[in-house]
């Protein structure tokens, strides 16, 4: 459970609640008494979308799946398809601030201009979107400014001539055995066809958690150098690739834009043991505050796959559009 939490989360699985990292597994204990037999049983299953596609990847037991031209595709498609509907993109707008008008829509103040809409959509970090609401949200924004997030750092190597010693999708690394490390993705193994020409091996070394916490607080330079030589060393390790590496790509996730080589709002979040009970209360509030129409992909905080956030996100737009009330999304 150490590795899971880390892996996912970037947290310890001693601060973490279960409630709100792994609800199916508290709803199968809740439901049976035993996490094994609710499991077993089915509990907290929901009904699975069906399709031709799904049926193949089920049967052929797909673990992952990519885009010939990469994951950027899919938004780029989707992009396309929404504005030879008419639907207008902002890019380059960022939100200043939230306001509810008198009349129940909300006011989307921007950058050098303001817009109204009946709907708003947040997919924005919690912390950002506590300090857009307006003051009638106060208790929702004093919720949400209560879920935290850590920092993560993410390095892409490659490596000429190598190979793996063992085959898979990668490893999570426990706690005691490696704190600065929280995994190792393989992925040379799951998508071969990208490794170039020559081909190359490639792996993703994740970083993070209480080591990186550490140096934060230490006031360390937090510099690519640091984290690259930090993920060699985890990759001659635990994988015997001592070589050096021919291409390396270092990406810092934190929790604050302060480093210029790699600015990001993405982080993950972290749900303390305390807050499962307050989360499960406000969630309505969050969905359905007072007077407003305000709705939060719930996987923005609640989930830590990148794979549940599509669904989640296609959840939110099925919940507006049975609404009464028109929409706008806002991305």
Sequence with gaps: MDSLCRGVFAGNSRELSIRSCFPSLFQAEQTHRSILLGLLLGAGRTPQPDSALIRQALAERWSQWSLRGGLEMLPQALETHLTSRGVSVLRGQPVCGLSLQAEGRWKVSLRDSSLEADHVISAIPAS???????????????ALSAITAVSVAVVNLQYQGAHLPVQGFGHLVPSSEDPGVLGIVY?????PEQDGSPPGLRVTVMLGGSWLQTLEASGCVLS??????????????????????????????????QLKWRQSHDRTVEWPKEYPGRSRKQAPSILHVPGCQLLRCRDRDHLGAVSEQPRSSAESRVGVASSTFSTFPLF
Excluded: I, Y
Aim: proline content about 6%; charged content about 20%.
């Design 187 to 191: 992925d040379s193994v799951a998508f």
């Design 224 to 257: 690519q150098e640091l984290f690259q030589q930090r993920a060699q060393e985890a990759a001659a390790t635990q994988l015997g690739l001592k070589e050096m590496p021919s291409h390396c790509l270092v990406h810092l996730h934190k929790t604050k834009n």
């Design 128 to 142: 950002v979107l506590s300090e857009l609401l307006p003051a009638e949200a106060a208790p929702l924004a004093r």
